[in-house]
């Protein structure tokens, strides 16, 4: 792909190419799929921002990565400071728990019976 330092840069194109990259960023930083979902849709839209300032003054895939990589920690910043949003996680976490657990001390007291 010869897009370094064009102006032309063609976004989905790019998405396209370096979508791996982009992917493994969110892996990174968010352990359920809704959250990496969230996050990729974020990255994507500051590519979509800053694609036309692109210079090619490093490698495409260097640039997207660190397009990726702030928006990431910028992410991981906020909801530090955000705990509301942080205690929705919390909360899905714990009902998982205990479905989890009342369904094992369901099946424990059907095998004792």
């Known amino acids: ?3 370094q330092g064009s102006s032309n840069l063609d976004f989905e194109e790019v998405l396209r190419s370096y979508n791996s990259l982009l992917y493994k960023v969110c892996y990174m930083f ?3 799929q809704d959250s990496r979902r969230d996050l990729y849709q974020e990255i994507c839209v500051n590519i979509w921002r800053g694609l036309p300032e ?4 490093s490698s495409l895939s260097t640039w997207l990565y660190r397009v990726a990589l702030n928006t990431a920690l910028s992410d991981t910043r906020k909801q530090k400071h955000n705990p509301l949003d942080r205690a929705d996680e919390y909360t899905d976490q714990l009902s998982t728990s205990f479905q989890t657990n009342h369904d094992q001390y369901h099946d424990l007291s ?3 019976k």
Do not use: A, N, P, Q
């Open 1 to 3: 792909m010869s897009l």
């Open 30 to 32: 968010k352990s359920d």
């Open 54 to 57: 692109f210079k090619g003054k």
């Open 110 to 112: 059907l095998l004792l």
